[in-house]
DNA sequence: TTGAATTGTTAAATTAATTTAACAAAAAAT
DNA sequence: ATTTTTTGTTAAATTAATTTAACAATTCAA
């Protein structure tokens, strides 16, 4: 487990922290933060618990922080990459989302666009804001047509589906957690 | 740590595998799983490893399964959570997002809103679209000005600062994983 | 330049996790 | 019915994590 050992250390030297002052804090032995940073141990969970509590880390957020760090905060309009499909084209904010938790899309629906059904099941989570024309969504059993300012969000994993029952086009920024392509 | 143990439990059930076939599957004894379920032991990281990689669920997984399931999709404009703060008003899709991965934000700036200085340093990631008007985005050592149809994306870890710099409002659909508030 | 304090590391001692091996209870098989 | 597996639990044995307490190296003060 050297890798836990190594994101500790980071984690720690970002919150500017002595090995010491991180075991007061933690209420564990200076002796074991250091044997976890160098992987000469297997750390309990318990352990490991207390240390990231006593730096407002979560489990989650632990295991989940392999951040992304290109150094390209910013996208022209004309910057944003295109993925079209059929009736519908969306510009996504960013080109590798690889290494990302955050898709952000701004999508454009033409009349008669219609996904078909559930965009499989992804543990994400997603969500958006209609800025123009009418969008029918479905989710799980539920039907609604949104209109400019109207919003959604549900868990992924529940079936769904988008369609612009209008005769102009359908404008809506969208946003989901993990990328779910 | 039994909350560790029921969620390994209800994994395991999901799988339909009894604790001797899961703890052969993992190399480890059935013992370690039966006291593991009932908190009776502090397991080590590696001991969870080898299970959770048997089941083929990441820690990350393992730990962020917390499904929210409010049956509520769907927010007529009027219904978004309203957030003012200043000069920036922030319309936010869903109203408890405690146990929720994705915050999303219509956001309105007026003339001359500036949010000052780093909104600290979650473990976050945050993206957004600029639909009208003019914003200065601080990121790290980058400024941007962003106008209609540009974007952003960054690690909200990096100190950041948005301002409004023009003389009409500027409206940004936004996100942010975890929530940043 | 000296002494005090703080750093990270590590052997030895202690405590606890993990396995081995046994047990009883329930289900499956003959 | 009765044997045979399979289930989950647990004491005892083993292995390893964790702490205590020491060490040398570095920084800070005076």
Redesign the interface.
Known sequence: ?QN?GLKLKALRN?KGLSQRKLAARANVSNASISLIEHGRT????????RILDSLD?????F???D???D?K?????DE?SEISSGLISYMQ??SDLSK???Q?L?ERYHPGADTGQSMLSH?A?????V?QGRLE?T??E?V?I??????????S?LPHRFRNTGNKDCIV?S???PPSF
């Not at 297997?42 to 618990?49: A, C, F, T």
């Not at 989570?125 to 804001?129: F, H, L, P, S």
């Not at 949104?146 to 868990?155: C, E, M, P, V």
Request: include cysteine.
């Open positions: 487990m836990i970002t297997d750390p309990s969970m318990g352990l490991l618990k880390v979560s489990f989650a957020e295991f989940s922080a951040d992304f760090d150094e905060y910013f996208y022209r309009n944003l904010v960013g990302s938790h955050l952000i701004y543990n989570e997603e969500g958006g804001i800025l969504v989710v799980g539920q609604q949104l209109l400019a300012g109207d919003a959604y969000r549900f868990n994993s920024v946003a989901c957690t």
